[in-house]
């Protein structure tokens, strides 16, 4: 069991220490928006942030995540309103979706810490899951958000 605070609620899942955080989002917090690609920190289709620093969840066990804050892509904004997202939606940076969520958490903690972004911190800072093509426009959906 761990407790955790998860979308600013705490909370407390019963499930053994080693499961990755990913799963006791997903299978126990019912929180499915973040996303399984690799489960090897590679792809970041599941990136949450943890006290502030984006990160695969898929190698963060939940012992790892005791006590820690998760914001999920669910948390970010309730009404789904948050610049990042307004900006992904008005330079048309999405195509399949599967890895949106990662990489708008991936945005906003980088904005977070740096609201004028070069193509460079961008490509740094986001996850390289996406296969769609969208990459331009996902630095230009960034450096908008900034
Ligand atoms: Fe976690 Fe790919 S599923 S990094």
Same mark, same amino acid.
């Given at each position: 069991?761990?407790?955790?605070?998860?979308?600013?609620?705490?909370?407390?899942?019963?499930?053994?220490?080693?499961?990755?955080?990913?799963?006791?989002?997903?299978?126990?917090?019912?929180?499915?928006?973040?996303?399984?690609?690799?489960?090897?920190?590679? *792809? @970041?289709? #599941? +990136?949450?942030?943890?006290?502030?620093? !984006?990160?695969?969840?898929?190698?963060?066990?939940?012992?790892?995540? /005791?006590?820690?804050?998760?914001?999920?892509?669910?948390?970010?904004?309730?009404?789904?309103?948050?610049?990042?997202?307004?900006?992904?939606?008005?330079?048309?940076?999405?195509? *399949? @979706?599967? #890895? +949106?969520?990662?990489?708008?958490?991936? !945005?906003?903690?980088?904005?977070?810490?740096?609201?004028?972004?070069? /193509?460079?911190?961008?490509?740094?800072?986001?996850?390289?899951?996406?296969?769609?093509?969208?990459?331009?426009?996902?630095?230009?959906?960034?450096?908008?958000?900034?």
């Amino acid at each position: 069991m761990a407790s955790l605070t998860i979308n600013a609620q705490p909370l407390d899942i019963r499930l053994p220490e080693d499961t990755p955080l990913l799963w006791a989002l997903r299978d126990a917090a019912n929180l499915t928006g973040t996303k399984y690609g690799c489960g090897t920190g590679e *792809c @970041g289709a #599941c +990136t949450v942030i943890v006290d502030g620093q !984006a990160m695969p969840s898929c190698t963060l066990s939940l012992g790892e995540a /005791e006590g820690r804050s998760v914001t999920t892509i669910e948390g970010l904004s309730p009404d789904r309103n948050h610049p990042v997202q307004q900006a992904f939606a008005a330079e048309q940076a999405i195509q *399949c @979706g599967f #890895c +949106t969520p990662g990489l708008i958490m991936a !945005a906003a903690a980088l904005l977070a810490h740096n609201a004028d972004p070069s /193509e460079a911190d961008v490509f740094a800072a986001l996850p390289h899951v996406c296969r769609c093509g969208v990459q331009p426009r996902l630095v230009r959906a960034v450096q908008r958000a900034g």
